[in-house]
């Protein structure tokens, strides 16, 4: 079985930045890769922010010192090649667009070692969908995250037919040792375990504000009094990110999807309010 010992993450957004940093608390040398400094700037700012957040959660370690010690394993980087030359792993987490994703794919094809692992974190594409395009499908698969990866600590492994069985086991042995508790899907699906529940309840939220039934607070309070739920759809849309909520949704041939799509657009996408990431989504943060 391949051992994974240092980790490359592409893309420091929300969720990125979590992946990156839950690995480098864990022990794991990590590099970040973005476009250009600014992101890596923004990257950054987030990693500081999050090891204030595992010191307030009282993640184990956290304030006795690791979450410091995770800062110093993580090293930030705008050069691909550069990124990716030591990698046994690399997690790619940028946008939801099928074609940057395989642009990408290719690009790291020709950088990345051959015994290196790619694996997709794509909440809605199969891997099937991108595995020709890594040059190694045989070392290509797909591990997704939840959200606030310090709590909510999943992470579904998930292969295409030519994944390798041994490269399947070693990131689920990566996801256990990154202190998460690996998710083991065994055949390919869209949206995963997770996002199969999930997306269903934020389409319903979306159709009901669409139509005029309620405002997205009587929407989220509804849901979080009735089921005991810590949020509602439209606080999971604004840490999801209403980017990624509208790549999703315009990608979709849904009339609905379509709708929504539209209506985030014009109403936040266009005005800069992009949920927590930016400070403003469907709430002021």
Known sequence: ????????????????????????????????????????????????????????????????????????????????????????????????????????????????????????????????????????????????????????NIAEVMGTADTDPAVFDAVVEFARNSGLEPIEIKKEKAGYVLNSLLVPLLNAAAGLLLQGIASPETIDKTWRIATGAPSGPFQIFDVVGLGTAYNIASSSPDAGSQAFAGYLKDNYIDQGKLGVATGEGFYTY
């Open 1 to 152: 079985m391949p051992q994974i010992k240092t980790l490359t993450v592409l893309g420091t957004g929300v969720l990125g930045s979590q992946i990156a940093y839950q690995a480098a608390f864990h022990g794991f040398a990590v590099t970040a890769y973005d476009i250009d400094d600014d992101a890596l700037a923004k990257a950054r700012a987030r990693f500081a922010q999050l090891a204030g957040i595992y010191r307030a959660a009282k993640v184990g370690g956290a304030a006795e010192g690791e979450a410091e010690a995770a800062l110093g394993r993580l090293r930030l980087t705008a050069d691909l090649a550069h990124a990716v030359a030591g990698a046994d792993l690399v997690i790619e987490a940028v946008p939801e667009l099928l074609e940057l994703k395989r642009e990408v794919y290719r690009k790291l094809a020709g950088l990345a070692p051959a015994r290196t692992i790619f694996a997709t974190n794509s909440s809605t594409l199969l891997p099937s969908d991108l595995k020709e395009s890594t040059g190694r499908p045989d070392r290509f698969l797909a591990i997704h995250y939840a959200n606030n990866i310090w709590a909510q």
